[in-house]
């Protein structure tokens, strides 16, 4: 087989296995990194003479290591940095291809809303509707979030930005990989640090557990007051149940109930102005 015919094979073989869910950032980190030097041809041995003395046993050399290819993440943050405004860091995303997610969606889907909202809500990653209309939460369960948010006050037109840390579909909703979470993160901590935003609301575990840097289960982290901790910045914060989480566990609608009249007596206290429920 041809080089260029085994590197094409080798690249279909690692799609194949990024969009079954396995995370293959150290893979290809190796696969970009510069091919070893060929061996050079072995030559050909002199006939043995007699009574030669044994050869001194062979010491394998050291394995070359291979430097891995540039981080993602790296690219990211840069590109992150640079924008000046939400809007300039949704071009950002838009422009950014270190996540392979982005080769199998249809559409980027980085944030709708209100950019200079006092209340800022990140979930996790777009669903088939949200791939194919390029908008956060716009299929059953962002129904039901826009009815929740309503109770409060809160809406799309008026005073809340909605965004996720992936902004991409993963293929057939898989859960993203960490390789795939650290990639797009910069850019999900900039809209934070843009926006400044009087609450930060996290929408069910994995939102929690990348913005929070925590681990606890998302029943324990609801509907209390928390702080988002990063670069000098400390932000008002506090997780819902995701609302796909709420169709398929109808009875946990009671603590979405409560965690609703928290966020709303939090926002008093905050002075955010609110449509009447």
Known sequence: MQPETDRAAARALLAFWRSAGVDMDVAEAVYAAAPATAPAPARAQAPQRAREAPAAPLVPKPARRVAPAPAADEDARRLAKAADSVAALRAAVEGFNGCALKATARNTVFSDGVESAPVLLIGEAPGK??????????????????????????????????????????????????????????????????????????????????????????????????????????????????????????????????????????????????APS
């Open 129 to 274: 509707e949200e791939d194919q209309q390029g908008k956060p939460f716009v299929g059953r369960s962002g129904q039901l979030l826009d009815r929740m948010l309503a109770q409060i006050g809160l809406s799309r037109q008026t005073n809340i930005l909605i965004s996720n840390t992936i902004y991409w579909r993963p293929p057939g909703n898989r859960d993203p990989t960490p390789g795939e979470i650290m990639a797009c993160l910069p850019f999900a901590e900039r809209l934070v640090e843009l926006m400044q935003p009087k609450l930060l609301i996290l929408n069910g575990k994995s939102a929690a557990h990348t913005m929070l840097e925590r681990t606890d289960g998302v029943l324990k982290l609801r509907g209390r007051k928390l702080r988002y901790e990063r670069g000098g910045q400390s932000i008002n914060a506090m997780v819902m149940l995701h609302p796909a989480y709420l169709l398929r566990q109808p009875q946990q609608k009671r603590l979405a109930w409560a965690d609703l009249l928290a966020a709303d007596a939090w926002l008093n206290d905050l002075g955010v102005t609110r």
